[in-house]
């Protein structure tokens, strides 16, 4: 760490960071009251369990829709085994810290999927593991050429990985941080801009992001990077989004296809009324929303 001992160049002034760490106040930006410095659930509450093997615990944000959005791909290509049950966490209420989420996933965060089709059921959580895991059961949108398969990983790692600097850097600072820091919101700027322009040029030649196929990478990367082109954190103009040609030809080829449509929907709980289908349980929810 830099040394600053009177803390003059910090952000507050005078602020030095105390020698040890203490969770002694909220930080005061939005979503600051829902976190702890510790894991692990705050309240016994058993996870619902609907009809189908597919149990999907979610929230309609850009992680959540990843696997929404394969889901419903599965069910189109005609994999009825992809029947799902997709029930509502709220993050904001602290659903991820229920004792039955928890037991699912520790690290408290949607998305969350079991599988009960095995005995004792799978649990699964990470989008990426969840999408892989799908992908591979189901045997679709994962080449098994191996070129193509290490390629669709190499992106879906990359998106995993990458993300985070948009969401929790960018849009953490940005638009959720109580008040604005100019350095923080330069460096994730630039990364941000520097992750669109690895896939601009990836873009520039290859129809979709691993190859010529639409790929679980596709699923993975256009929920986070189509919102940053479109509407994410109103931030378009401060990121001159119009400089990425390719990404806006693929973010609106990913946009048309039906199924991504609906899993967009799927625990949605924000737009208008008839773009949420808030809990799905059955194919014919959407048709409930529709009319
Ligand atoms: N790496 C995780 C990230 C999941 C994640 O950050 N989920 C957010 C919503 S998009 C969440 O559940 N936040 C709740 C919290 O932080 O308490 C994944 O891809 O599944």
Redesign the pocket.
């Known amino acids: 760490m830099a040394e600053d001992a009177s803390g003059e160049n910090n952000q507050p002034r005078g602020y030095v960071p105390p020698k040890v760490w203490t969770w002694d106040k909220e930080n005061g930006g939005q979503?600051a009251s829902?976190?702890r410095p510790v894991s692990g659930a705050t309240r016994e509450q058993a996870r619902p369990v609907g009809k189908h093997p597919i149990q999907l615990y979610s929230?309609g944000?850009?992680?959540?829709v990843k696997v929404t959005i394969l889901l419903e791909e599965l069910l189109a290509a005609g994999h009825s085994g992809a029947e799902y049950d997709a029930w509502l966490i709220q993050?904001s209420q602290g659903d991820?810290f229920t004792s039955g989420f928890v037991e699912v996933n520790p690290n408290?965060?949607?998305?969350a999927m079991v599988d009960h089709s095995f005995d004792p059921p799978v649990h699964v959580?990470?989008?990426?593991s969840i999408l892989f895991y799908l992908a591979e059961k189901f045997g679709a949108f994962l080449p098994t050429e191996h070129r193509a398969r290490t390629e669709t990983m190499n992106w879906l790692m990359w998106q995993?990985g990458s993300a985070?600097f948009v969401?929790g850097g960018l849009g953490h600072f940005y638009a959720y941080a109580p008040f604005k820091i100019e350095y923080a919101i330069n460096r994730f700027a630039m990364e941000t801009k520097r992750q669109l322009h690895v896939l601009e040029t990836r873009l520039a030649t290859s129809e979709y992001i691993a190859g010529d196929q639409y790929t679980i990478a596709d699923m993975a990367i256009w929920p986070w990077y189509g919102a940053i082109m479109r509407d994410a954190y109103d931030v378009q103009e401060f990121l001159s989004v119009q400089d990425y040609p390719n990404v806006d030809r693929w973010v609106d080829l990913i946009a048309e296809r039906p199924a991504v449509k609906r899993g967009r929907m799927v625990n949605r709980t924000f737009g208008t009324p008839d773009s949420q289908v808030r809990e799905r349980h059955d194919a014919s929810d959407f048709d409930t929303i529709a009319g």
């Open positions: 979503f829902i976190n929230m944000t850009p992680n959540g993050i991820q408290s965060k949607i998305p959580f990470e989008s990426g995993m985070p969401g």
